[in-house]
């Protein structure tokens, strides 16, 4: 099993920056994807970007060149760096592990809520 707490979100302006973060325990060793999703009200849960363990990082189209997805080997600590914050970036931002391949494996935090005002 692996325990996932996030971190760092709160009530911003749009144009500031936070820093999300997400302390993971527990069996790591066959996790080889770990990602940040968010759920803003009334839509889907969405990929807003994901890190492989060979450091391959993916992002949506609409946080690029604003998000950063970075991680710490050494504290098993999985970051997200949000600049350039907008309005639409409000939503609950999830942390997530997961084994790709057989038997896959898939584990969720409880979220944080990032809010951006006008």
């Known amino acids: 099993q692996v325990q996932l707490v996030e971190s760092g979100g709160g009530l911003v302006q749009a144009g500031g920056s936070l820093r999300l973060s997400c302390a993971a325990s527990?069996?790591?060793?066959?996790?080889?994807?770990m990602g940040w999703y968010r759920q803003a009200p009334g839509k889907q849960r969405e990929l807003v970007a994901s890190?492989?363990?060979?450091?391959?990082?993916k992002y949506a189209d609409s946080v690029k060149g604003r998000f950063t997805i970075s991680r710490d080997n050494a504290k098993n600590t999985l970051f997200l760096q949000m600049n350039a914050l907008k309005p639409e970036d409000t939503a609950v931002y999830y942390c997530n592990f997961a084994k790709v391949g057989w038997p896959a494996r898939d584990y969720w935090g409880k979220g944080t809520l990032v809010t951006v005002s006008s």
């Open positions: 890190i492989t363990s060979a450091d391959a990082a």
């Open positions: 527990g069996n790591l060793f066959s996790i080889n994807v």
